[in-house]
């Protein structure tokens, strides 16, 4: 498999990678469990968040209210005299008052577990009446159902309350923990060991509200649990005005559970909500001020909200519904597919900043999420983007650097690196056995060589030679060009190949001029220390050619050729001949004339073509021309129209007219001045065979 993915082109092979690690990463976070810590963190933020952008919703409602054993009613005169285990005669009394005001129901988060009976002093029982009341109230409310007494697996209510109420009126105050300790789902029903169930009080309280006793309620909530309703015992007790009871308890069940500073404590999905306001008692104790629920810098709150809130979830309808399993997995696929491809294609720091982003988005679609009523478990998602993020760049270390460095080292030594992380990126390489394109060819030879070499020792030759070609080569590199190969003292160099790119004969020919350039900076160098100099010829072509590997099947180089590269070729030796660093071809004249002031220099015979070629010279940028370089130019086509129509005499007057003015045209004036002499002394057979065409030749 490997090797067919690397053989595959660069869009290609991406998207085989991609694929492969979006579908791996995405079966292998599909067995994260939903009631993961990690989950369990996103979903905990996930509710501050909303609250942020959307608004809390506080949890007013219709169905249920907290009845709290505060400190404020442990204090207060009316329940002073009482021990807390012999609060019977206050339960009785809020229970009568909560039903004559239409209460559904009293469950009691309390475990009643002291009978009164059952205290002796001096061998007497003094209270063995004391709890006949509460009992009575039991009694009569065992028909309905509506008093239900907490019990746990390891605490039930005193004997004789358990008797009279019976196991139907029996609800667990168990509420099992989530991850990281916090309850994000109630049981209304919890397995026992014989195999059947025993229902909550949250289970017992949707029964008396006629709601459906689910497996689990959601209880992710759009603002703090304490929001629901809730009253302090002294203030039912307190309160004698009934049409204030009945707004207060009509329809709804009350949870009687303690209140107090670190009891019964447990962290909810709404702990990064939690308010620590101290309530406001007004006079009027109908008023119901809402209770003190958390201490300051608290997360955590009263168990008993968190039935109360099981309700209220189901029978308010803020619950919201899990996501099907798929979806996430989808979207963990889709995640690590982004990512993945994202690795392949980037920078490192680009592609981390990629998955920052990824991650961001799926989570702010799980705040969207939940604000639309849906649970969404995006922990195996945002592991998801990490690991694809991981095992891309683990394969693209491992195997499509291998083709990276291939890449490197067959092109990497001739070619920008710009061009060489281009081919690298876009996976476009030369074509094996060579394609057609349009190129632009330079040839830049060092003149004097040939003279120098005879004056020095071979090792300091090769050091004098490889500096300035290295320079040569390094300004070739430096405008995206390819060098195809050094000729001994000339460089070949090619544009738009093996990397295509547009304006390449523009290129080519800034190239020229910062060549012409750097020799001349490294001759003065040179001439300072007393040592050989070198002048330079460029001349470029652009055209069509053949480009790709070329040569036996077990040696082959990439290279151009076809009639471009060889009229470049004669081009090279044009420079020496008409007094101008640079000349260039017809082609790359027309794709340069916008840029460069380009001066028509003569037309010449080229063997193979039956018309003349014109040889140009890009004498300077057009924005730097002066009005008396563009006179020299008016004048010069004057004299080349002379010269082609026969009028030798004339040219060369105007010629070298031109040679003695200060403008770069002024080199090929001289050259062509001379040869107008020559051709009107009749000293060639024919025009151009004389010595001007055998040394372009």
């Known amino acids: 498999m490997i090797p067919s993915v690397l053989r595959q082109r660069g869009p290609y092979r991406r998207l085989t990678i991609s694929t492969v690690v979006a579908v791996l990463v995405a079966a292998a976070t599909s067995f994260l469990p939903n009631d993961s810590a990690l989950q369990g963190w996103l979903t905990d933020i996930s509710v501050s968040i909303r609250a942020v952008i959307f608004g809390e919703r506080p949890l007013d409602s219709d169905h249920v209210v907290v009845v709290g054993m505060d400190e404020r009613s442990l204090d207060a005169p009316e329940l002073l005299p009482y021990p807390r285990a012999l609060f019977s005669p206050v339960y009785t009394a809020i229970a009568e008052k909560a039903f004559d005001a239409g209460a559904k129901g009293m469950l009691f988060d309390i475990i009643l577990a002291y009978d009164a009976r059952g205290m002796k002093v001096a061998g007497e029982t003094p209270l063995k009446s004391y709890d006949t009341p509460f009992l009575k109230r039991l009694r009569a409310e065992r028909k309905s159902g509506r008093m239900i007494l907490g019990w746990s697996a390891r605490l039930l209510p005193a004997r004789r309350f358990l008797q009279v109420a019976g196991n139907d009126a029996l609800g667990l105050t168990v509420i099992p923990f989530g991850a990281g300790n916090v309850v994000r789902e109630v049981p209304p029903l919890i397995p026992d060991e014989q195999g059947g169930v025993q229902p909550t009080l949250s289970g017992r309280a949707m029964s008396l509200l006629g709601a459906e006793v689910t497996e689990e309620v959601s209880i992710v909530p759009p603002a703090p649990y304490d929001t629901l309703p809730a009253v302090s015992m002294v203030d039912i007790i307190r309160c004698q005005d009934p049409e204030a009871l009945r707004r207060a308890f009509e329809g709804k069940v009350l949870f009687l559970g303690g209140l107090l500073p670190g009891e019964d404590r447990i962290k909810g999905a709404d702990r990064f909500l939690a308010r620590h306001t101290a309530p406001v008692i007004p006079e009027d104790p109908c008023t119901f001020p809402r209770p003190l629920t958390r201490e300051p810098g608290e997360e955590a709150l009263p168990g008993v909200f968190i039935h109360a809130a099981a309700v209220d979830a189901v029978l308010s309808g803020w619950a919201p519904a899990p996501a099907p399993p798929w979806l996430a997995t989808a979207l963990s696929g889709m995640l690590a597919f982004v990512i993945s491809m994202t ?54 270390l491992r195997l499509l650097d291998r083709r990276e460095n291939a890449i490197r080292r067959e092109f990497g030594r001739f070619l920008s690196p710009i061009l060489v992380q281009q081919m690298i990126e876009t996976g476009v390489t030369p074509a094996l056995g060579g394609e057609e394109r349009d190129v632009t060819i330079l040839f830049a030879d060092l003149s004097g060589f040939t003279t120098t070499s005879e004056s020095l ?99 082959m180089n990439y290279t151009v050729i076809g009639e471009t590269v060889n009229l470049a070729a004669r081009f090279e030796s044009l420079p020496a001949l008409l007094n101008t660093p640079i000349v260039i071809g017809p082609r790359t004249a027309e794709k340069v004339v916008e840029r460069y002031e380009v001066l028509p220099i003569v037309s010449i015979q080229v063997k193979g073509k039956t018309e003349g070629v014109v040889v140009s010279a890009p004498i300077a940028l057009r924005d730097e021309v002066t009005a008396e370089v563009r006179a020299a130019l008016e004048d010069y086509a004057i004299a080349l129209k002379a010269f082609e129509e026969g009028a030798f005499e004339i040219a060369a007057e105007l010629w070298d007219e031109l040679a003695t003015r200060d403008w770069p045209g002024a080199g090929p004036s001289e050259a062509m001045a001379e040869e107008s002499r020559l051709m009107n002394k009749q000293l060639l057979l024919t025009p151009w065979t004389g010595v001007l065409e055998a040394r372009s030749k």
């Not at 392949?344 to 679609?365: C, E, H, I, S, Y």
Request: with cysteine; hydrophobic share 55%.
């Open 343 to 396: 690795a392949l294609v980037f920078r490192p720091v680009v592609a981390l900043a990629g998955l920052l982003v990824g991650l961001g988005t799926v989570f702010a679609a799980s705040v969207a999420a939940l604000e639309a009523g849906v649970l969404l478990a995006i922990g195996g998602t945002l592991l998801a983007g990490p690991a694809a993020f991981a095992m891309t760049w683990g394969i693209r």
């Open 457 to 555: 020792e071979s090792a300091e030759l090769t050091a004098l030679l490889n500096r300035y070609l290295n320079r040569i080569a390094s300004v070739v590199q430096d405008h995206n060009g390819y060098v195809d190969k050094f000729i001994g003292d000339a460089v070949m160099a090619i544009w738009n190949a093996p990397a295509p790119m547009e304006n390449h004969a523009l290129a080519g020919v800034e190239a020229a001029h910062d060549i012409v350039a750097a020799v001349a900076a490294l001759g003065a160098e040179d001439g300072a220390l007393g040592k050989p100099t070198f002048a330079i010829k460029v001349g470029i072509c652009s055209g069509p050619a053949t480009v790709g590997n070329i040569g036996a099947a077990d040696r």
